[in-house]
């Protein structure tokens, strides 16, 4: 068995053109399905930005707010009572999420999302570079996120006043948090209550309730009672994923990125299906000669699976290293790109170079099996 | 009394079905023996080819039978016959069919690796091939780089290396010139053919004939006679 894969690999690797035509095939198609879904999964990573930053164990919301952290669907404050008072719940607070407008020194305005804390707890508050978290609670006082959206308030120090909705605002601490947003427009943490003073808004002002369970046994009482209040409640990561397939399957985000990723595909298969067949007819009569000088049918089987896992496994390689490369450069010179190489792509990615290789594997498999040395003995 | 090399019996091979069918070989029984060096020859079309692979093991007839030192070859199952075609005969094939992307030496040690053995002895034996054929020099270069005389000798080599019993020859000289031919012939003879060896050569090179001891002819399908060598 090794002694005749040897002989395929030479056969392969010795015909140099068409074994880098195979590999630029597959290295290629590989390199787009990773680039393609890892995109995609950087924006699902920063569309669940908030869920992520403020880190609550379960969220409880209006449950038609479970698309994106910017619609969310204010609630009146008795859940916020209702929801303390289920057995089980540890504590429960609640957390203000909206936009308001700062007016820059030129007279501009820039949007920004304004995530207002518990007064009591400040349960969610970000991690600070500079400045003192009981800060906030200082008139006007506001923390600034330092991301990639930070310069757009004209880079902001601890002390420097600004205007939000014709409110007097100050900055009084820098933060920075684990993961940007998506939507490109700085972050500010005030408490709640300054929150909801300072941003007009319906009746209503609690945007969710995040609650922390004496355990996680109690988790499914917790949501069930939630629901029987016409609300609910979500985990952590039940939110985050009800956020991505929201972005998967209800925006053109995620059918684009599908789309995409399937042509990818398709143009990966045809480089290289129909390249290894080329391979397959031009060593048609050695397969012929190995047959005829004993080799049995499922010998020539291993070649050729063999040659094409081969392929596929080094296109592979070659094309995650891409991948994984122009990533890092990217994020080097782009503060905003985003992408995240997941171990959900390398099996996608994976998993599609596997078919294709199947399926060339298969092409020549039946077109060798079909030899008849008797043909090749004539010439 | 010693089993003959190859015993075939009443052999038919036909192709096409109904109206259309044309048989390539007509019922032919021969033998040969061990130590023997038989020719089979007789004009283009003859069924020269199709004889030789039914009795390598490469073309199974439609009727008769071949017996190989004794044993039935077609009876066999696939593998077996394909195991046959491995360990007994040795092929030379009529447009040589050697790997133009491995060396030389690679190219002789192909039966070798497809009896298993491991590369580093192979390639060994192979060199060692290559030697007896005078192209020890040429073992690292592809095929593609040697002569049609050097080929031949390279594909002589590749029939020799795991030492079968029995080879088999079509039309070794037809794309070389006559010196060529005859140098090889002469030398197949001299040097590959022992006592314990048999090999059926396929030609319509009269230049070779003196190199045979025994001469089949063939003519639509059919044995019209046989001859000895030397005294054509
Ligand atoms: N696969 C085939 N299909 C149809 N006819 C064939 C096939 N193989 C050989 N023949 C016919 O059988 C006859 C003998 O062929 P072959 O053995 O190659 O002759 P030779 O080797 O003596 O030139 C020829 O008439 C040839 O056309
Ligand atoms: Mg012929």
């Given at each position: 068995m090794k002694q005749i894969l040897i002989l395929a690999y030479k056969l392969l690797v010795n015909d140099k053109g068409k074994y880098f035509a195979l590999l630029v095939g597959t290295t290629f198609s590989v390199f787009l399905i990773v680039q393609m879904t890892s995109s995609f999964a950087g924006i699902l990573t920063k569309a669940s930005a908030t869920v992520i930053n403020i880190g609550a164990n379960i969220w409880v919301m209006d449950p038609a707010a479970t698309n994106s952290v910017l619609s969310n669907v204010p609630m009146p404050d008795y859940v916020l009572d209702a929801v303390r008072s289920i057995n089980g719940v540890k504590y429960a607070v609640p957390l203000y999420s909206g936009t308001a407008l700062v007016k820059l020194h030129d007279g501009t305005y820039q949007a920004v999302s304004v995530i207002g804390l518990d007064d009591s707890s400040l349960v969610g508050r970000p991690k600070l570079l500079e400045g003192d978290i009981d800060d906030i609670f200082a008139?006007?006082?506001?923390?600034?996120?330092?991301?990639?959206?930070?310069?757009?308030?004209?880079?902001?120090?601890?002390?420097?006043?600004?205007?939000?909705?014709?409110?007097?605002?100050?900055?009084?601490?820098?933060?920075?948090?684990?993961?940007?947003?998506?939507?490109?427009?700085?972050?500010?943490?005030?408490?709640?209550?300054?929150?909801?003073?300072?941003?007009?808004?319906?009746?209503?002002?609690?945007?969710?309730?995040?609650?922390?369970?004496?355990?996680?046994?109690?988790?499914?009482y917790i949501k069930q009672q939630v629901a029987r209040l016409g609300y609910l409640a979500l985990t952590n990561h039940e939110y985050q994923d009800a956020i991505s397939s929201y972005l998967e399957y209800k925006t053109s985000i995620g059918t684009n990125t599908l789309l995409m990723t399937i042509i990818s595909f398709l143009v990966g298969l045809s480089i290289c299906g129909q390249t290894f067949y080329t391979f397959i007819i031009e060593n048609l009569e050695h397969f012929g000669a190995l047959k005829a000088m004993g080799a049995k049918g499922r010998e020539l089987v291993y070649v050729i699976l063999f040659q094409a896992g081969f392929t596929a496994l080094v296109g592979y390689g070659l094309g995650v290293g891409l991948s994984t490369l122009l990533i890092t450069a990217a994020k080097l010179r782009l503060p905003e790109y985003t992408s995240r190489l997941t171990y959900t792509n390398l099996s996608l990615a994976f998993l599609m170079v596997l078919i294709i290789a199947s399926i060339s594997g298969y092409a020549g498999v039946r077109r060798v099996l079909k030899i008849e040395p008797f043909e090749i003995f004539r010439g | 009394m010693p089993k003959a090399a190859i015993v075939a019996d009443k052999l038919n091979k036909w192709f096409g079905v109904g109206e259309a069918?044309?048989?390539?070989?007509?019922?032919?029984?021969?033998?040969?023996?061990?130590?023997?060096?038989?020719?089979?020859?007789?004009?283009?079309?003859?069924?020269?080819?199709?004889?030789?692979?039914?009795?390598?093991?490469?073309?199974?007839?439609?009727?008769?039978?071949?017996?190989?030192?004794?044993?039935?070859?077609?009876?066999?199952?696939?593998?077996?016959?394909?195991?046959?075609?491995?360990?007994?005969?040795?092929?030379?094939?009529?447009?040589?069919?050697?790997?133009?992307?491995?060396?030389?030496?690679?190219?002789?040690?192909?039966?070798?690796?497809?009896?298993?053995?491991?590369?580093?002895?192979?390639?060994?034996?192979?060199?060692?091939?290559?030697?007896?054929?005078?192209?020890?020099?040429?073992?690292?270069?592809?095929?593609?780089?040697?002569?049609?005389?050097?080929?031949?000798?390279?594909?002589?080599?590749?029939?020799?290396?795991?030492?079968?019993?029995?080879?088999?020859?079509?039309?070794?000289?037809?794309?070389?010139?006559?010196?060529?031919?005859?140098?090889?012939?002469?030398?197949?003879?001299?040097?590959?053919?022992?006592?314990?060896?048999?090999?059926?050569?396929?030609?319509?090179?009269?230049?070779?004939?003196?190199?045979?001891?025994r001469i089949m002819e063939m003519e639509d399908g059919r044995i019209t006679g046989f001859q000895q060598g030397q005294t054509v």
């Open positions: 008139e006007n006082g506001f923390i600034v996120v330092k991301d990639e959206e930070f310069p757009k308030l004209e880079n902001p120090k601890i002390g420097t006043e600004f205007e939000l909705n014709d409110y007097r605002g100050v900055i009084v601490g820098i933060a920075t948090v684990p993961t940007g947003g998506l939507y490109g427009t700085p972050t500010l943490y005030t408490t709640y209550y300054r929150a909801i003073t300072y941003i007009p808004s319906m009746r209503f002002t609690i945007s969710y309730v995040l609650v922390q369970p004496k355990a996680d046994s109690d988790i499914p | 069918r044309t048989y390539a070989v007509k019922e032919v029984s021969f033998e040969a023996n061990w130590g023997e060096m038989l020719y089979i020859v007789g004009p283009s079309g003859s069924g020269k080819t199709t004889l030789l692979s039914m009795i390598s093991g490469i073309l199974r007839p439609n009727s008769g039978s071949v017996a190989i030192d004794g044993r039935d070859l077609w009876s066999q199952s696939d593998d077996e016959i394909a195991d046959f075609r491995l360990n007994t005969i040795g092929f030379v094939f009529q447009d040589y069919h050697l790997f133009p992307r491995l060396t030389t030496a690679e190219n002789v040690a192909i039966p070798l690796i497809l009896q298993k053995r491991n590369w580093g002895d192979a390639l060994s034996t192979a060199a060692q091939c290559l030697k007896i054929v005078d192209l020890a020099d040429k073992a690292q270069l592809p095929p593609t780089k040697l002569s049609g005389g050097e080929q031949q000798r390279v594909a002589i080599a590749r029939a020799i290396v795991h030492q079968p019993a029995i080879l088999v020859f079509d039309e070794p000289t037809a794309s070389l010139d006559g010196d060529t031919g005859r140098k090889i012939v002469s030398f197949v003879k001299a040097e590959i053919l022992t006592s314990k060896r048999c090999i059926i050569l396929v030609t319509h090179d009269s230049r070779i004939f003196e190199y045979s001891d």
